[in-house]
């Protein structure tokens, strides 16, 4: 899945990523950038990633760059 990040709070990990293909919104938790080249995030940023349901809330990890246009 590919997004763009709407708000991404680096002190508490906390944020949203606007999914592509009307996917809606997704978080970012604590932890979510671990294992990624990420230390943090900003407004507009184009991602790549992977979705997990974490107790019915829509979950982004595996974070990798993505590219605008695609």
């Not at 184009?46 to 590219?67: H, M, P, Q, S, Y």
Request: no cysteine; charged share 25%; net charge negative.
């Amino acid at each position: 899945m590919q997004g763009v990040v709407k708000v991404y709070d680096a002190t508490t990990g906390i944020g949203v990523i606007l999914g592509d293909d009307n996917a809606g919104e997704v978080l970012l938790r604590p932890g979510s950038l671990e294992g990624s080249l990420f230390r943090m995030l900003r407004q507009g940023q184009r991602v790549v990633f992977d979705i997990f349901d974490e107790d019915g809330a829509l979950v982004a990890k595996n974070l990798r760059f993505g590219a605008d246009g695609k």
